[in-house]
């Protein structure tokens, strides 16, 4: 089945930097576009970034453009996400997120946490 394990969360200073994995299996990942959304307490989900299945399609959050990175390893069915710069609003729940057919299947998370 579908599976989506998100690792590389943790507490960072403001300025710091994070890189967020996301290993995924049950599914062609070669074939998937990715995603990556984030969810602080109190807030509404939110889309931070997408990658499309080869890579060559990139969009990004107005809030995180400049500062965030997405990539993947197709050869590893993997989905990055390399943040520089983070601020305290960044403080999140990192998922990420894979449409296979109709359905939507989410990672558990990973906590990412800036703070002094």
């Known amino acids: 089945q579908v599976q989506l394990v998100e690792s590389g969360g943790g507490l960072v200073q403001p300025g710091g930097s994070l890189r967020l994995s996301c290993a995924a299996s049950g599914f062609t990942f070669s074939m998937s576009a990715m995603s990556w959304y984030r969810k602080a307490p109190g807030k509404e989900r939110e889309l931070v970034a997408s990658?499309?299945?080869?890579?060559?399609?990139?969009n990004y959050a107005e809030f995180v453009k400049g500062r965030f990175i997405i990539s993947r390893d197709n050869a590893k069915n993997t989905v990055y996400l390399q943040m520089n710069s983070l601020q305290f609003e960044d403080t999140a729940t990192y998922y990420c997120?894979?449409?296979?057919?109709?359905?939507?299947?989410w990672g558990q998370g990973t906590q990412v946490t800036v703070s002094s």
């Open positions: 997120k894979v449409r296979v057919s109709i359905y939507d299947y």
């Open positions: 990658i499309s299945s080869g890579g060559g399609v990139i």
